[in-house]
């Protein structure tokens, strides 16, 4: 399914439009992202940036509090807002009709949030978001899993170490001021991309947004896309980083984390199908291993989280039932990787790999507002909208000798962070982490 072309323009203040043109979808589905995300945050202020997307729902210069959402849900539409290690992005889908009433409440409160940011709000959402994170992270089994391997794949002080959800105390720390300073820098036209996919023409698109937006200044303070992408990270020692988590879970779990390349570099593409292949959801691999035919799993799964600045993480995540030994759940996992860097990753199951993330691609592109988070992604990290059309074809090219050095190369114990949950009694899931065996370290990648 091809992205229709989409057509570029860039305001004077540094507002980048991107508009795909779509008569089959009746709607507009409105991306507007910014270039900020958890990484971006201040010492000590995790959970800023997410702090920050719920506060733009209180209120701007011309829009009361709770008016933004009603006035696109009386429109006849959808609106709705996350926050990444990167991006920030607030998504709406309204009648074709309604697309210039999105532009206006977005501009407003890019233009004028501050005119209407108060202690009071600042109370109330810090409220929420706390309640989220006790909801999604604190308060279900495993919750903190993912964030425990994040931090323990990044060390201290690095920008990608902390999530998005941010830390209770650091966000019971946030100020007016530190909102207003951090809002201030990051969310202005120059540090914006607006997509817009639909039945509309693209001249029209660039006008409205030159009405409603051309008036915001920059910052000044936006980096290119270039500039924004770091180099990846050595593995920190010779030994991977482990820890071992005893709380009343349902059954034991084996988790980890890879440092893999960063999104769009030399290898990423080759790493991403050897994560599909070790998921192995249709053929050979851990889900078939463990599940299917061995029932010593629950779930296990793999996947990519495609970091731009930074080393991409690629994740397993094996849930076992009660009794089965973690040992043996590690001994696949090590089998499963030794088989694919061994030549396991043959053009036959490569096929089936290939199924899976041309599959996924599509479902993706097929939705509008999916296509203008893609749009705005790509032209976020690599400042080209256009580059949609050619993602798929750079994954698919990828040979089965590029795979299997992939996982010899990168799927190894030392670019790997290692956690493990065993049922028992509670205690704190922040556990003293502890070495493994000695083992030689690799040389960064790309």
Do not use: K
């Amino acid at each position: 399914m091809p992205v229709l072309s989409p057509v570029r323009h860039t305001l004077s203040n540094g507002l980048r439009v991107v508009v795909s043109q779509d008569p089959t979808v009746p709607v507009a589905a409105v991306c507007l992202g910014y270039t900020v995300g958890s990484c971006d945050e201040p010492h000590s202020r995790t959970g800023l940036a997410h702090l920050v997307e719920h506060l733009m729902f209180q209120g701007s210069t011309q829009v009361p509090a709770g008016r933004h959402t009603a006035a696109i849900e009386d429109a006849g539409g959808y609106t709705n807002a996350a926050t990444g290690f990167e991006r920030t992005t607030f998504h709406s889908i309204v009648p074709v009709g309604q697309l210039e009433l999105v532009l206006w409440l977005e501009a407003d409160r890019m233009g004028g949030l501050l005119d209407a940011l108060t202690a009071e709000s600042l109370a109330t959402q810090r409220d929420v978001v706390l309640n989220e994170r006790r909801e999604r992270y604190d308060n279900v089994p495993y919750g903190t899993g993912w964030e425990q391997l994040v931090a323990m794949s990044f060390p201290a002080g690095h920008p990608f170490r902390a999530m998005p959800a941010g830390s209770p105390e650091d966000l019971r720390a946030v100020t007016l001021d530190d909102c207003r300073s951090f809002f201030s820098r990051h969310y202005t036209p120059d540090g914006a991309i607006l997509s817009v996919v639909g039945d509309v023409r693209p001249e029209t698109v660039f006008d409205v947004a030159e009405r409603h937006f051309g008036h915001i200044p920059p910052s000044g303070a936006a980096a290119s896309p270039a500039a924004r992408c770091v180099a990846p990270l050595t593995p920190t020692g010779p030994n991977e980083s482990r820890r071992h988590v005893v709380e009343p879970v349902p059954g034991p779990a084996f988790m980890a984390t890879y440092q893999l390349p960063p999104y769009g570099e030399p290898g990423c593409a080759a790493a991403d199908l050897a994560v599909t292949l070790l998921g192995g959801m249709s053929s050979r691999g851990l889900h078939d291993r463990l599940v299917r035919r061995g029932r010593r799993a629950h779930t296990a799964r793999a996947s990519l989280t495609p970091l731009r600045r930074a080393p991409s993480l690629g994740q397993l995540n094996v849930r076992a039932p009660a009794g089965v030994a973690l040992a043996d759940v590690e001994r696949a996992v090590d089998e499963e990787i030794e088989y694919l860097a061994g030549g396991g990753a043959t053009e036959a199951a490569l096929a089936g790999a290939r199924a899976q993330i041309r599959r996924d691609w599509y479902d993706r592109l097929a939705h509008p507002a999916s296509r203008a988070d893609e749009l705005c992604a790509q032209e976020a990290y690599f400042g080209d909208a256009t580059r949609c059309d050619r993602h798929l074809a750079s994954v698919l090219d990828v040979q089965a000798s590029d795979v299997s050095a992939a996982a010899d190369e990168l799927l190894t114990p030392a670019r790997r962070a290692v956690l493990t949950y065993e049922p028992g009694p509670a205690r704190s899931p922040f556990a003293q982490a502890t070495p493994a065996q000695a083992r030689p370290a690799l040389s960064p990648t790309s």
